[in-house]
């Protein structure tokens, strides 16, 4: 259904902007010095890297420091995942949805797709490792206090947070990494069709900004529960 | 300067026209997920208690019935972009195999009870297969088809 109403949502508005986009403005980022097209041929498709390689040992380090951190049961350390983890998972979300998204949606096309070149592919390591962070730190840090026992007053708590990042976590996977995904493929073409970019565009925006909404119900209840 | 983005499409072309002759992979994709999140929080919502691991078990089960004919269904399309699928298929399922491994880990390093672990194995599996899966698919769907 969200599916749906995004399509109808975006087709007139992609549609009429790219109409007036001005054609000096569109020089993808990474193309401003590709010689001039004179001759006519095809347009040189976008270069990019789908995956920043450069990003992944920074990666590897944050999943490296998780994996000790799980191991040694050190407080410290998986309390550093599990906040400073949700926390950008949380405040990248909101941001992304609620400041973010409303600017993209009244740039023109070739705007967007500049911005998207640069952008998503950062997107594609930042946000799973965030996840991982967050939910496996936490996770092993319930268990460590003991917040996962029967026995724990605020239980009932735990498991309404649990289905809320159950619920995330589905909308993340099921529809914003793939609208993700597909944008940078579709970029990758030498015509992208700009239609089907608005569209997923719109589907990762949106999905960003109800997995930021639900995040607020998890901090007021990750706040009550380290109160108590 | 022509440069791709100025001849960005903006009307829908061959391959939106193919899309409905698609069978509804990411929307099972997707329920699998679901089932199999609904399983792992019904598990971590009983982690330390001897209750039942039926409906965990119902879901998983039902999760991998729906994982499987989804795979019959992807592998009956006739024409699609299978070069793209599997290389997408294949980093995915790498990146998805490290995120499961990970959890993997803190099971076996909490003595998580056997038959409780075997649950999670399961569930860990099929989502490191289906996450995959759905994304290569929603990348593939998208792509010219080789002539």
Not at chain 1, 195 to 208: D, N, Q, S
Not at chain 2, 91 to 115: C, K, M, N, Q
Request: proline share 8%; glycine share 8%; aromatic share 8%.
């Amino acid at each position: 259904m969200t599916d749906t109403v995004v399509t109808d949502t975006v087709v007139t508005d992609t549609v009429s902007t790219a109409e007036v986009a001005p054609p000096d403005s569109v020089a993808p980022p990474d193309s401003r010095e590709s010689p001039p097209d004179a001759r006519g041929g095809p347009p040189p498709p976008l270069e990019f890297s789908i995956v920043p390689v450069r990003g992944l040992p920074i990666v590897a380090i944050l999943l490296i420091g998780l994996i000790v951190a799980i191991g040694t049961n050190n407080l410290w350390a998986l309390d550093f995942f599990h906040v400073g983890g949700g926390g950008l998972w949380t405040s990248i979300d909101l941001f992304l949805g609620l400041i973010i998204g409303p600017i993209l949606g009244r740039l023109s096309i070739p705007a967007r797709v500049e911005f998207t070149v640069r952008f998503m592919p950062k997107m594609l390591l930042i946000m799973p490792t965030l996840v991982a962070m967050t939910l496996g730190a936490g996770f092993q840090l319930a268990r460590h206090v003991g917040n996962l026992d029967a026995s724990y007053p605020h239980h009932g708590w735990l498991v309404a947070s649990y289905i809320i990042v159950g619920v995330m976590a589905v909308i993340a996977l099921g529809l914003l990494e793939p609208a993700n995904l597909a944008v940078l493929f579709e970029l990758k073409k030498p015509r992208p069709n700009g239609e089907r970019i608005g569209r997923l565009m719109k589907i990762f925006v949106y999905t960003a900004g109800i997995t930021g909404v639900m995040q607020i119900a998890t901090i007021f209840i990750m706040t009550f529960l380290a109160s108590r | 300067m022509s440069t791709a983005t100025d001849q960005l499409r903006p009307e829908p072309d061959e391959v939106d026209l193919r899309q409905a002759s698609l069978p509804p992979v990411a929307r099972l994709a997707t329920l699998t997920l679901a089932l199999v999140v609904a399983g792992g929080i019904w598990m971590a919502a009983h982690y330390d208690h001897h209750a039942t691991l039926v409906p965990a078990v119902v879901l998983a089960v039902a999760g991998g019935v729906v994982l499987v004919a989804n795979a019959v269904l992807l592998s009956r399309i006739p024409a699609f972009a299978w070069d793209v699928f599997f290389r997408v298929f294949g980093w995915a399922l790498l990146a998805y195999l490290v995120i499961a491994g990970i959890l993997e880990y803190v099971f076996i390093f909490d003595h998580t009870p056997s038959r409780q672990l075997a649950l999670f194995s399961v569930m860990l599996a099929l989502f490191a297969v289906n996450v995959p899966m759905l994304l290569a698919f929603s990348v593939a769907r998208y792509q010219p088809v080789p002539d």
